[in-house]
């Protein structure tokens, strides 16, 4: 099967799940690291899954319209509070849209 066609799979706070789905939040962010890096490389769709829910009903698909690097003063600041302890000097901005 073509990798390129599986979505990326990301299970989210509750919080950021409800920013997401309220449109608040168009960014995710990941540690610039070998295991993102391979996880990442050639996606188009990202599902949201929240907290590790069993119903998938509730995912919510979207679109991935760019990614890039970033350092870590260039985290939003709820950010940086979550990567606080992280060794990673880059991080993955991972801007999307939601799909209807």
Excluded: C
Excluded at 60 to 75: N, T
């Amino acid at each position: 099967m073509d990798k390129k066609l599986n979505p990326l799979i990301l299970h989210l706070k509750y919080d950021y799940y409800h920013m997401i789905m309220s449109g608040i939040k168009t960014f995710e962010y990941r540690e610039k690291k070998p295991y993102w890096d391979k996880r990442i490389k050639d996606k188009k769709e990202i599902i949201f899954v929240p907290g590790y829910n069993l119903d998938n009903s509730i995912n919510l698909k979207a679109d991935i319209k760019e990614i890039f690097i970033i350092d870590f003063d260039d985290l939003p600041e709820y950010a940086k509070q979550e990567f606080l302890e992280s060794s990673a000097p880059e991080f993955y901005a991972i801007n999307f849209e939601l799909k209807s």
